[in-house]
């Protein structure tokens, strides 16, 4: 079945950086455009990065773009989501995403807090 496990979540402060990974299996990645999205406290989940099959292109939501990054590894099913100067605003849950035949799939979840 399909499976995305998210990590590299974290307490971070103001300007700080992290590296979230997503980890997919149960499907063949390679085909497959890939998706982070976030849930805030209080707010809705959105749309934060997409990568497509081979690495380019990709899409950012304006509050991310030019802070954020997103690749993968095609070779190790993983995908990357580089985060530098990173803000309050960015604390929330990011979650790992596929698209299969009109269903979504989603990991579990991982939390990023950034404070001071």
């Known amino acids: 079945q399909v499976q995305l496990v998210e990590s590299g979540g974290g307490l971070v402060q103001p300007g700080g950086s992290l590296r979230l990974s997503c980890v997919a299996s149960?499907?063949?990645?390679?085909?497959?455009?890939i998706n982070w999205y976030r849930q805030g406290p209080g707010k809705e989940r959105e749309l934060v990065a997409s990568i497509s099959t081979g690495g380019t292109p990709t899409r950012y939501a304006d509050s991310v773009k030019g802070r954020f990054t997103i690749s993968r590894d095609n070779a190790k099913n993983t995908v990357h989501l580089q985060m530098n100067s990173l803000k309050p605003e960015d604390t929330a849950v990011y979650y790992c995403?596929?698209?299969?035949?009109?269903?979504?799939?989603w990991g579990q979840g991982t939390q990023v807090t950034v404070s001071s």
């Open positions: 149960g499907f063949t990645f390679t085909v497959y455009s």
């Open positions: 995403n596929v698209r299969r035949y009109m269903q979504d799939y």
